[in-house]
């Protein structure tokens, strides 16, 4: 699933080649969960934001498409006549899972209109109009935690949020409520970083603030390196990233730690897939 990384390296490619495009042309998959595409028909774009794992786009009417990825999903921008996309100067659907797509022209040169494309193999995304900073209606985007490198996220505060509850640690990074942005490749790679047991339910004040600097590591390589590409994930530019190569942890079941040499053991916890080290990060 796209994380923080994932999600900010698509937002950063994305704003220069969004900013000041009209939205000329809409189509979408029937699916409730992708016909919001249409409603900005006619809107401009005025940025391109991040939320957490969410994709805010602004337009000149106060309101912003919400996009998240889900597992799956990837918003590609392209030229009409592209042949790695598709053709979309007719809406060309020929590629496969293909959820929404818009056709852009530049409000201020005579420029060749741009394609955004929404794939999504799993259908696990979604689309969202709102009116811009209004979430009501997406629960786990207006309950999110604050942002990780937000200066106002002192490692006292992180503590505190990460003490509400009485669930594992991990579940706890993944509910999004202490920290937004984190999943389970960078949670796994955090706390391996931080020493810390995924299953464990209380950690003190210091091992908080080793963690939150664990997280702001892991999730600024992850940017540096453009994200993690296991299997779906592609940017903007419909390229793969290449933190996969720099992973300490996630998806290395029964290979050495990188610090001691044990074997890393995984199992599932909650339901999540988890990875780490019986020595590095005994309870």
């Known amino acids: 699933m796209p994380e923080l990384p994932e999600v900010e390296t698509i937002r950063r490619q994305l704003e220069p080649k969004l900013v000041g495009q009209k939205i000329a042309t809409t189509w979408s998959h029937p699916s409730a969960k992708f016909t919001p595409a249409h409603e900005i028909a006619g809107a401009e774009f005025t940025y391109v934001q ?18 998240h990825l ?33 056709l852009l022209h530049d409000t201020t040169k005579a420029m060749t209109p741009t394609g955004l494309t929404f794939r999504d193999i799993r259908r696990f995304g979604r689309i969202r109009v709102v009116p811009a900073g209004e ?22 505060l992180f503590h505190r949020l990460l003490s509400a509850g009485s669930s594992k640690v991990k579940t ?54 453009g994200g993690t590409t296991l299997n779906d994930y592609r940017n903007a530019d419909g390229g793969r990233g290449n933190n996969q190569l720099s992973l300490t942890t996630y998806g290395r079941k029964n290979l050495p730690c990188l610090r001691c040499g044990n074997l890393l053991i995984s199992s599932s916890l909650d339901g999540r897939t988890s990875t780490w080290c019986p020595k590095c990060q005994n309870r």
């Open 50 to 67: 991040r939320r957490g794992k969410y994709l805010l786009l602004g337009t000149d009417d106060a309101r912003e498409l919400v996009v």
């Open 70 to 102: 889900g597992m799956t999903g990837s918003l590609i921008c392209s030229s009409p006549g592209d042949h790695q996309f598709g053709s979309m100067g007719v809406f060309d659907l020929a590629e496969s899972h293909v959820r929404a797509r818009w």
């Open 135 to 156: 979430y009501e209606s997406i629960p786990t985007l207006a309950h999110a935690g604050p942002e990780p490198f937000d200066p106002n996220l002192t490692p006292a």
């Open 172 to 225: 706890r990074l993944l509910s999004q409520r202490p920290i937004a942005g984190v999943g389970n490749i960078y949670a796994d790679e955090a706390l391996w970083m931080a020493g810390i047991n995924p299953s464990a339910k209380q950690i003190g004040r210091q091992r908080a603030a080793l963690l939150l600097d664990s997280i702001r590591a892991v999730l600024s390589q992850g940017i540096d390196n």
